[in-house]
């Protein structure tokens, strides 16, 4: 699947068990009949729903206001006087498909109840939360991390059948920030529908340009332009957030606060998945290697004494890959026989993986092989989207792992849990089906057009590392925060460090990247613990930059 298993599907899903029971329910909802368009035909008409609802947060109740709605946005070109004549016709085309192509993009804003449309602007912080995919649905986020209830599975096996626990979610920002999350066009409650609709809104580029108008929009809606405004993106969601910081700064004059990335990946040659099909490219088994490491070391792998700490023996492992693995790799054919087999040995060390593998392999384990080779002694595969789930292997000779154990483990849960939260609770009144995923492929379009270039660049691979370096050194107030967990082998921890640490900036600069890894995987707030300390982190961030 080459680029586009990099740019990490988390499937995830559940089932919200007895939350009409729960103390802690929201209030019962006011349904809004829907904002009605004035003019000629549109294929969409925006719409909300309203409720309140207490979340607890460090044992203090916070109230707030929840709404879900929609937002009609338009595809790049859009023009509105040409759409108006066409329509005033004698004999309009009324056929949707014929149309220009329209996104209906589902949202859930949480307001803190005093500052909850009063009419007024806030000056209460601002966070638009989205997942990545890309085409995926934001209930990962929402359900899993930082909405008002959280879905509870398990964080090393298989989560057991309906019902699914869902409690108060403590680790909410709500306590820092206002919250809105976000699916993207074709994904969750999100439509799209037009004449080349797939191409309008499903591509790098398209994609931040509807992301764009939909915060535009939503801050005319709430009159929260004077809001300190940040983003929260998730995987292909950093990437998402690269692009769309750039692009807010300097095509709608939005300056932002903050961006936060969780599970970064901004240069796709980095991706581990299939390294093997971008040649001369070694940079992906260098930052995946402590990844590896890490996983190794959690499945009592490593050969010899195993350390008893994790973060002093990743330390060692990054320094390694750095240099002499690194060294190794880029002179290719030309390294001698002695020193392939050292380097294989100390792969070996660090990996428990046999040498005579890795020398078959020429030094170079993507995450497929290693996910599939780990553990193969026992028959058992290991997860890429979170390398501490394990499942039986379905294919003890293939090259590569079959299937990913994390993602058969959780998704039920999280499904289940947002269809019926957003139905009972929320009371969104979806006519059809939520999608987890937009069908997105092969027809999202990775060519970029990065800051500079006359037009976009149609490579392999996509990077968008110049986007996120032009915006900071524009904007040189913009803090970002870089966040991951040491058992993700889809978006490996030290890529993301790889990419800030190689961002065209002047030293200056710098000081305004931070960093916090947790002992988890992509998703980070599977682990309790490391939610506790992602909430903590992120809050900590926005408290100190929306001064």
């Known amino acids: 699947m080459s680029e586009h298993r990099a740019v990490v599907a988390i499937l995830s899903s559940a089932i919200m068990a007895l939350l009409a029971q729960s103390s802690l329910a929201a209030d019962d909802a006011k349904t809004a009949e829907p904002a009605k368009v004035s003019g000629p035909d549109r294929i969409f008409q925006s719409s909300e729903v309203s409720s309140t609802g207490t979340v607890t947060i460090g044992g203090k109740p916070v109230s707030y206001q929840a709404v879900a709605g929609t937002l009609v946005i338009h595809g790049p070109g859009w023009d509105d006087v040409a759409w108006r004549e066409q329509a005033a016709a004698p004999n309009p085309d009324k056929d949707k498909e014929g149309l220009p192509p329209e996104a209906s993009m589902f949202y859930t804003a949480y307001f803190r109840q005093e500052n909850a449309r009063k009419g007024g602007s806030s000056p209460r912080p601002l966070m638009f939360i989205y997942n990545g995919g890309p085409g995926s649905a934001t209930l990962w986020l929402h359900m899993g991390a930082f909405g008002p209830r959280r879905v509870v599975v398990r964080e090393d096996g298989h989560t057991p059948p309906a019902p699914y626990p869902v409690i108060n979610n403590a680790y909410s920002l709500l306590d820092v920030s206002d919250l809105v999350f976000i699916d993207a066009p074709g994904a969750g409650f999100s439509r799209i529908a037009g004449k080349d609709k797939e191409k309008a809104f499903w591509g790098v580029d398209a994609d931040s340009h509807a992301f764009t108008r939909f915060i535009q929009q939503f801050l005319n809606k709430y009159n929260r332009w004077n809001s300190p405004k940040y983003l929260f993106g998730e995987s292909y969601g950093t990437t998402r957030s690269a692009v769309l910081a750039n ?3 300097s095509t709608a004059s939005i300056d932002l606060n903050g961006v936060i990335l969780l599970s970064t990946i901004l240069n796709f040659d980095l991706s581990v998945d299939s390294p093997s099909f971008n040649p001369g490219v070694d940079t992906a088994y260098v930052t995946a290697l402590p990844t590896m490491a890490a996983t190794a070391w959690y499945h009592k792998r490593l050969p010899g004494n195993r350390p008893a700490d994790l973060e002093p023996f990743l330390r060692e492992v990054e320094k390694f890959a750095v240099t002499d693995y690194a060294a190794a790799l880029y002179q290719g054919a030309r390294l001698d026989t002695a020193s392939r087999q050292r380097i294989a040995e100390r792969l ?28 193969l002694p026992g028959e058992l595969t290991t997860g890429r989207i979170d390398t501490r789930f394990s499942g039986p292997s379905l294919d003890l000779l293939s090259k590569e792992a079959q299937y990913d154990p994390f993602i058969s483990s959780v998704a039920s849960a999280y499904v289940a849990a947002w269809n019926d939260y957003s139905r009972s609770t929320l009371k969104f009144p979806a006519a059809d089906g939520f999608k987890i995923f937009a069908d997105v492929f092969p027809k999202w379009d990775m060519a970029h057009q990065a800051p500079g270039m006359p037009m976009p660049f149609t490579g392999l691979t996509t990077n968008v590392m110049l986007d996120l370096a032009t915006v900071m050194k524009q904007n040189p107030n913009l803090k970002v925060l870089n966040t991951g967990g040491y058992y993700d082998l889809a978006t490996p921890y030290f890529e993301g460090v790889y990419e800030m640490e190689h961002l065209p900036l002047p030293d200056s600069l710098r000081a305004n990247i931070e960093y916090k890894f947790f002992p988890s995987g992509h998703m980070v707030y599977l682990n309790e613990p490391a939610l506790a300390g992602l909430h903590d982190t992120v809050a900590d961030f926005v408290r100190r930059t929306s001064r």
Do not use: N
Request: hydrophobic share 40%; proline share 3%; aromatic share 12%.
């Open 247 to 249: 692009e807010l700064a």
């Open 348 to 375: 070996y060390a660090y990996l428990g993986v046999p040498v005579d593998y890795v020398l078959k392999s020429d030094l170079r384990l993507s995450g497929g092989q290693f996910a599939q080779q780990l553990q």
